[in-house]
């Protein structure tokens, strides 16, 4: 028999923005319903046994620095430090080997990175170490904007505009990653290695709007690490469950969202592919890609605008990701002794990395020198494996709609899975099929059949660039986070500021959703 029920706030999807917002509120007295389709709450922060029983992978995010700047964990606003979430910190923070069998590899002491640069330009060691200093000036205005909803404080560029040197930001952010990194850095090799940071949200580098990646991305890691939660990028959404938890609230999995409840105008509620029905008596909160979204309530819900914004949303670059259990850790040859890194990467060249937005646009799968993230979490996390063995994930970033149809992933994805290998072996000859027990391959059409919101195969939303990103804003006629249907919130990746884990979306959906009930979140987490 269906269920009926009914709850203050019923929240589609239990990603992390969706668990953020939904902590907010049962911090402020609201009973929370949080659905999801998938058999583990986490979204793109979920960790499973992908391989064999006791080894964790993380299904898609790893790295967890943008979030390391939010009030959420910087001011501790919902206790999760109390509850068990704690983060480490690698050094290195990352290794970039090159088919000329030299490497970068970068500290979390800034002299040392500068002494790796300077191997191969003193000139780029020097550019990098101002590069850091002068992001650092106006990373507080970055992060304050992140962290504000749209409407409810100036633009960035009005941000920026206020402060010494402001234009020249704006310029910055305007431009492209490339534009920023050529005109900084002369060498080739540390141009490679910058660009292959400054991709690291999966956006093209001569992307106009992407300006502010050669610098925020490379400076965050440097300041932080490539920071992973212990245990598993899973731990951040299993506090958050504990908050929503202690607040009355319920998190349930295996509960697909199909249907928005319109009633005179109004979002009232959830129905879900089981035919249960869920009732919000103070909204609706989703999480449901935009481009989802549409199908769930009827066309003259929404108004033209949004339905423009939404039928022109592109999709961005698709990953393709292997999950390998191993013998023994991932191992690069070193002057030193080997190298054991947590993350690493193959950019190739400068070049070829910029190649990388040509073969998406052409649909053409290139196998030829593939640049490749790798992260072997338990180079550093003990506790992700049996005693001795190791996880390893190798992402490859490719196009969703390839020569015969995006399904036709399911005929070469070994393949691809195969030559990410062998390019990796390249650099880490010590990866041989002896050290390899099991491994689990995903590619973009998989990615998008195990989280419907992983459209197109990105776990980012799609194209984050300056147009589509001002899609759900004020511009278009209603405020961020707010949807044209009364009663109807959104958060996650297709809203400000984007995808990636900062779960700056969910904490200012809170905001927006507390305010509009009469509350505020500074009170609410004062209490």
Not at 50 to 69: E, K, M, R, V, Y
Not at 131 to 152: C, F, S
Request: proline share 6%; charged share 20%.
């Amino acid at each position: 028999m269906a269920l009926r029920e009914t709850f203050d706030v019923v929240v589609a999807g239990a990603g992390h923005n969706s668990l953020i917002a939904a902590a907010y509120l049962a911090r402020a007295g609201l009973r929370c319903l949080v659905l999801d389709a998938r058999p583990v709450v986490g979204g793109d922060t979920a960790t499973e046994e992908l391989t064999l029983p006791g080894f964790l992978h993380d299904s898609c995010s790893t790295a967890h620095n943008l979030i390391q700047t939010s009030p959420t964990l910087r001011d501790d606003e919902l206790g999760l430090f109390e509850l068990g979430l704690e983060y480490l910190y690698p050094d290195p923070v990352a290794h970039v080997p090159f088919p000329d069998g030299t490497s970068i590899t970068q500290w979390r002491d800034i002299d040392r990175t500068c002494d790796e640069l300077a191997r191969f330009s003193v000139r780029d060691a020097a550019a990098y170490r101002r590069l850091i200093d002068e992001y650092a000036a106006i990373a507080p205005v970055v992060g304050a904007y992140r962290y504000t909803p749209i409407g409810w404080g100036p633009s960035l560029g009005d941000a920026l505009l206020a402060r010494d040197g402001g234009a020249r930001w704006v310029r910055r952010a305007a431009g492209s990653a490339w534009e920023a990194i050529a005109a900084t850095f002369e060498e080739e090799h540390v141009r490679a290695f910058m660009a292959w940071m400054a991709f690291m949200t999966i956006q093209p580098l001569e992307q106009p709007g992407t300006g502010l990646n050669a610098y925020s991305l490379v400076f965050g890691r440097q300041r932080h690490s490539w920071v992973v939660p212990r245990g598993g990028s899973g731990a951040l959404p299993a506090a958050l469950a504990r908050v929503i938890e202690a607040g009355g609230g319920q998190l349930r999995t295996g509960e697909r969202v199909t249907g928005l409840c319109i009633e005179h105008g109004r979002c009232v509620g959830v129905e879900t592919e089981l035919g249960d029905r869920y009732d919000a008596t103070r909204a609706v909160l989703s999480t449901i890609h935009v481009k989802h979204l549409l199908e769930m309530a009827p066309a003259a819900s929404w108004d033209d605008g949004f339905r423009y914004a939404i039928d022109s949303w592109q999709p961005g670059i698709a990953m393709f990701v292997t999950h390998y259990a191993l013998r023994g850790p991932l191992e690069y040859p070193g002057d030193a002794g080997p190298v054991r890194p947590l993350a690493s990467g193959t950019p190739v060249s400068s070049l070829r990395m910029r190649d990388l937005e040509v073969d998406v646009r052409r649909g053409r799968v290139a196998l030829d020198d593939p640049p490749l993230l790798v992260l072997c979490p338990t180079a550093l996390d003990a506790s992700r494996a049996p005693a001795g063995a190791h996880t390893l994930k190798v992402v490859g970033f490719h196009p969703y709609d390839i020569e015969g149809g995006a399904r036709r992933w399911d005929e070469i994805a070994d393949e691809v899975s195969d030559a990410h290998l062998a390019h990796l072996r390249r650099y880490a000859p010590g990866l041989t099929d002896e050290t390899i027990l099991a491994r689990s391959v995903h590619s973009p059409i998989d990615l998008e059949r195990a989280n419907a919101h992983n459209w197109h195969g990105s776990c980012h939303g799609g194209d984050s660039g300056p147009a589509q990103s001002g899609a759900l804003r004020p511009a278009a006629g209603w405020a961020t986070h707010r949807m044209p249907i009364d009663g109807l919130y959104q958060t996650g990746s297709t809203t400000h500021p984007g995808g990636s884990v900062s779960g700056a979306p969910g904490r200012n959906a809170a905001m927006v959703m507390l305010a509009d009930f009469g509350l505020d979140l500074g009170e609410v987490v004062a209490r």
